[in-house]
């Protein structure tokens, strides 16, 4: 079965640069996460998407991260400009129904980050 | 506000030993709890999850953890732990009347030696 689908999986760029990171996530699964993990503020959850709308994007950290889902197979997010700080790893997760009727969240391997 | 925690930054265990990963949750009303855990560079795997009923839950991989109310707490266990054991572990909770969002603690390493 194809999980959820991450690309790139590693990119290196300059402070400055657009960033894309791309999401697939599992065919039928209808809420799509963005989280970020860094060693020192750990796991957090950015912006979370149900049929393709954004429920809660209380999490994206400034005006510089945007994320877009423009069909139930696809979501991006962006970081312009990108800066030191929001070297991560950014980690996107799919979902029939979260929390309390499944509780299962199928993340994707991730997409490192390091902006010089 | 909704948080939980996870008091130790590194768990070791010999294998054969049994483990226990703590985790404490702080929520106003019922909690929906969770564990996670994470292989080297991988994402994020379900392990096991308590809504209701039994106290006592089993998971993946032999993996169970217990539910305490009046110690707000929510403790990973495995009887006999495994060199293939050693991941980061999460414990996460997400609120009755939001349970899509899905809060995480900041994971606890653990480590099982030969």
């Known amino acids: 079965d194809a999980g959820v689908i991450q690309s790139p999986r590693h990119e290196v760029t300059e402070m400055g640069q657009e960033v894309t990171l791309r999401c697939k996530p599992i065919p039928g699964h209808d809420y799509l996460f963005w989280y970020r993990q860094t060693m020192m503020r750990g796991l957090e959850l950015l912006i979370y998407f149900n049929n393709n709308v954004p429920i809660d994007d209380s999490g994206m950290p400034e005006d510089r991260f945007s994320a877009k889902m423009p069909n139930a197979s696809f979501s991006t997010l962006k970081i312009q400009p990108s800066e030191p700080r929001d070297s991560a790893v950014y980690f996107c997760?799919?979902?029939?129904?979260?929390?309390?009727?499944?509780?299962?969240?199928?993340f994707g391997e991730g997409s490192r980050l390091t902006v010089l | 506000a909704q948080s939980v925690a996870q008091p130790e930054d590194q768990v070791n265990v010999a294998e054969g030993n049994p483990l226990t990963v703590k985790c404490t949750y702080s929520?106003?009303?019922?909690?929906?709890l969770f564990w996670y855990v994470q292989y080297p560079n991988r994402g994020l795997q379900f392990l096991l999850k308590y809504i209701t009923g039994d106290n006592l839950v089993k998971g993946s991989y032999g993996f169970e953890a217990e539910f305490n109310k009046s110690q707000t707490s929510f403790h990973l266990k495995k009887p006999s732990a495994l060199v293939s054991d050693s991941a980061l572990y999460f414990c996460a909770v997400s609120l009755y009347y939001n349970t899509d969002k899905l809060i995480f603690g900041t994971g606890t390493r653990l480590q099982v030696f030969p």
């Open positions: 997760a799919s979902s029939l129904r979260p929390g309390q009727h499944t509780g299962e969240l199928f």
């Open positions: 929520v106003s009303g019922n909690p929906y």
